[in-house]
T-cell receptor, first 113, second 111 residues
Framework: KAGVTQTPRYLIKTRGQQVTLSCSPI?????VSWYQQTPGQGLQFLFE???????NKGNFPGRFSGRQFSNSRSEMNVSTLELGDSALYLC????????????FGPGTRLTVL | GQNIDQPTEMTATEGAIVQINCTYQ??????LFWYQQHAGEAPTFLSY????GLEEKGRFSSFLSRSKGYSYLLLKELQMKDSASYLC????????????FGAGTTVTVRA
């Protein structure tokens, strides 16, 4: 069974640009969560989608948005990039419902110059 | 909201035992998770506790006391490959699928 895949793995952007990251969950998983990981803040929850609906949202500005498609694949978008957005962006999938385990993808390393 | 505390770093010798503590304050509680993350890799699931007590899984055990807002992860018979960051995460009651993570504990295993 294939794991969670994220593309691209590495990305370099400049301030003011926008970026779109993609996540393909494990087959059959309907829940996708996004996290930002930085050395200073650790893992911070961005948002979670289930069956194309955003169920939970973390404390991030409106520049961070996401969506989920009918095949459960998810994208997150960051507009007007800032230097502080440089981070590892992790996607995690689970069956949903009351499933306990989230499976993480390898992440996308975003560098903003 | 959630407030989760765990030590920043711990060092132990190969073959020894290390206990990583995690304390939390939450507005609701629906489970505590431990994840392992090697440098440059994604976190991997280690354990889940929702009721008080000890859950054992091979060399790793996790304990939970809900009344004290306290958990620990016990790593036995340490191996060099156990050098990693260990993340404690809490799931809130009214945000079932949102995990709040602690900053992580970096464990270094020395020969």
């Amino acid at each position: 069974k294939a794991g969670v895949t994220q593309t691209p793995r590495y990305l370099i952007k400049t301030r003011g640009q926008q970026v779109t990251l993609s996540c393909s969950p494990i087959s059959g998983h309907r829940s996708v969560s996004w996290y930002q990981q930085t050395p200073g803040q650790g893992l911070q929850f961005l948002f979670e989608y289930f069956s194309e609906t955003q169920r939970n949202k973390g404390n991030f500005p409106g520049r961070f948005s996401g969506r989920q498609f009918s095949n459960s694949r998810s994208e997150m978008n960051v507009s007007t990039l800032e230097l502080g957005d440089s981070a590892l962006y992790l996607c995690a999938s689970s069956l949903g419902g009351r499933a306990n385990e989230q499976f993480f993808g390898p992440g996308t390393r975003l560098t903003v110059l | 909201g959630q407030n989760i505390d765990q030590p920043t770093e711990m060092t132990a010798t190969e073959g020894a035992i290390v206990q990583i503590n995690c304390t939390y304050q939450t507005s609701g509680f629906n489970g505590l998770f431990w994840y392992q993350q090697h440098a440059g890799e994604a976190p991997t699931f280690l354990s889940y506790n929702v009721l008080d007590g000890l859950e054992e899984k091979g060399r790793f055990s996790s304990f939970l006391s809900r009344s004290k807002g306290y958990s620990y992860l016990l790593l036995k018979e340490l191996q060099m490959k156990d050098s990693a960051s260990y993340l404690c995460a809490v799931r809130g009651l009214y945000n079932d699928y949102k995990l709040s993570f602690g900053a992580g504990t970096t464990v270094t295993v020395r020969a």
